[in-house]
């Protein structure tokens, strides 16, 4: 439809304004036209809000009819539509959009109510995506465990039966952990891709959920080698059988004996309370990292 050339006469724009005012529809889109060729040109001089209340149109009614104008094609599809009904299908993402002129066009024209509710379960769906966002983002930028550290032994009676075996585990760990890291890399990325579809949306938050649920549980397990590891240097640089033989055969002291059958006692009682705790060996086996 063509559009007819607007006046730079303000006093021809009011007057084409008024006329408008009485009429429904097509006249909502052709006073935010003209509304906005007002303020574009500038031809009140900065005093546009005090120009409206002259013309007896509020800043927030006005500001709908100028979306109205932009955001919506001059049809007579959507003539005989009402002020509030065309503001909501102005706000609407131009997919949305469309789908509701299709529907207006077969004969289906959608009521404010129907609209308002629309408007609404795209507004939470929006949300809902920046949330997951958010949550994969702060799942990327968290630090990355630390590193084992190995250590040089000097001196050891005997090399730890399990060393080699806590080695191959912190780098299947790790080669794990990237592997999660980059599910979540893919996760992010395909947000950006993302349709609007709760659905969908709801499917992502769940895989999020156990991605950080494996996450933790790589992380924990990097902590437990790390504490196993120190136990074993401990015991095998500090406190090893070889080291306290010359001294019980020197020290004459039933006193320093007394101090170390109570430490040792309580080492007792630490293995006694680690074996309590641990799960039976099967399942043990049963969760070694594949």
């Known amino acids: 439809m063509n559009e007819i050339r607007l006046s730079d006469d303000l006093h021809q724009i009011e007057f084409e304004i008024n006329r408008y005012k009485k009429t429904a529809g097509e006249s909502i889109w052709e006073i935010g036209r003209r509304l906005n060729h007002v303020k574009e040109k500038n031809l009140v001089h900065g005093q546009f809000a ?12 006005a500001q709908r ?76 930028a968290q630090p990355k465990p630390k590193p084992i550290v190995e250590t040089k032994e000097v001196l050891k009676e005997v090399k730890p039966a399990d060393y080699d075996s806590l ?55 990097f902590s437990l080698n790390d504490k196993t590891q120190a136990i074993n240097d401990f015991f095998d640089k500090e406190m090893a059988a070889v080291r306290f033989k010359p001294l019980v055969d020197i020290v004459q002291s039933e006193k320093a004996f007394n101090d170390l059958r109570d430490t040792v006692n309580v080492v007792d009682q630490w293995v006694e309370e680690m074996q309590r705790i641990l799960p039976d060996r099967y399942i043990r086996e049963a969760e070694t990292i594949e």
């Open 65 to 140: 009819m100028m979306k109205v104008a932009k955001e919506l094609p001059k049809t007579t599809t959507l003539s005989y539509l009402g002020e509030t009904a065309l503001y909501l299908l102005s706000t609407l993402p131009e997919k949305e959009k469309e789908e509701q002129f299709e529907k207006i066009e077969a004969g289906d024209t959608p009521t404010v109510k129907e609209l308002r509710t629309l408007t609404k379960e795209l507004r939470e769906k929006e949300q809902e995506i920046e949330s997951l966002t958010n949550q994969v983002n702060q799942l990327s």
């Open 50 to 61: 005090g120009w409206l209340e002259d013309q007896g149109i509020h800043v927030r009614e």
């Open 167 to 221: 080695k191959t585990d912190n780098k299947q760990l790790a080669e794990r952990l990237k592997e999660v890291e980059s599910n979540l890399k893919y996760t992010q990325q395909k947000y950006s891709l993302l349709e609007e579809s709760t659905q969908e949306a709801k499917e992502l938050e769940a895989t999020i959920r156990r991605m950080k649920g494996e996450k933790n549980r790589f992380e924990a397990m």
